[in-house]
């Protein structure tokens, strides 16, 4: 949470950044529905004023809301606050890995994601398997150089999980992930992670889903 709040975004294109009901000036009871959001205590949709596009309220559209209470609209110019280098202890989006697995995902006593999910949430609380996007994401914000699973094993490669790809390209036969021979046509993507550079590589389709993997647990 605390590296979301210090995550440098910019605010985009705002009429007043704060000015939760229009009315063309920045009050206080608004700045605090500001930092209500920024800590998750209500959603971003209390005051759309506030969303600088994420979602979420980091803290230079916080400063540039005071900034507006303070001169008057207008007068926030957002800058990046102090950055933050993501780490994986302390990543954003991947928190890390379990342990290699076929197709077949069993874990908690379940097939399929909704174990993988429970396990990842288990050992990483509040994260669930990550989906391709995610992966992408996390190597975006350079989360995956180094990433290990729970077994303290280097990951080279993940399952690429993604709902809106056909089942049969998800080992799916009666749950997503669930098909672990290799005799008829249930394949899967997988994508490759340079351990030492983070880089993920590009997707790869028919992968066998008896081969191995490994699952990112990502929030
Ligand atoms: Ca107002």
Do not use: K
Not at 80 to 104: D, E, I, K, N, W
Not at 178 to 206: K, P, R, S
Request: some cysteine.
């Amino acid at each position: 949470m605390l590296l979301t709040v210090l995550s440098p975004q910019l605010a985009s294109a705002q009429d007043c950044l704060g000015d939760c009901n229009g009315d063309g000036r920045v009050a206080v009871n608004e700045l605090v529905i500001g930092v209500n959001v920024a800590l998750q205590r209500a959603e971003i949709s209390t005051c759309e004023a506030f969303d600088d596009g994420s979602g979420e309220v980091g803290i230079a559209v916080l400063i540039g809301a005071v900034l507006n209470a303070l001169e008057g609209c207008g007068a926030a110019t957002p800058t990046p606050a102090a950055t933050a280098t993501p780490t994986t202890a302390g990543a954003t989006v991947f928190q890390g890995a379990l342990p290699r697995t076929s197709g077949r995902f069993s874990f908690q006593g379940s097939i399929g994601i909704d174990g993988a999910d429970t396990e990842c949430d288990e050992q990483f609380a509040g994260s669930h398997a990550c989906t391709i996007g995610e992966l992408r994401a996390a190597e975006s914000a350079g989360e995956l150089d180094g990433a290990t699973d729970t077994a303290g094993v280097a990951v080279t490669s993940f399952w690429a999980i993604d709902p809106t790809r056909p089942a049969d390209e998800q080992c799916e036969v009666s749950v997503p992930w669930d098909y672990a021979t290799a005799h008829t046509g249930q394949f899967a993507d997988v994508v490759a992670l340079d351990n030492g550079t983070g880089a993920l590589g590009a997707l790869q389709e028919n992968a066998v889903c008896a081969t191995q993997r490994w699952v990112g647990c990502c929030l």
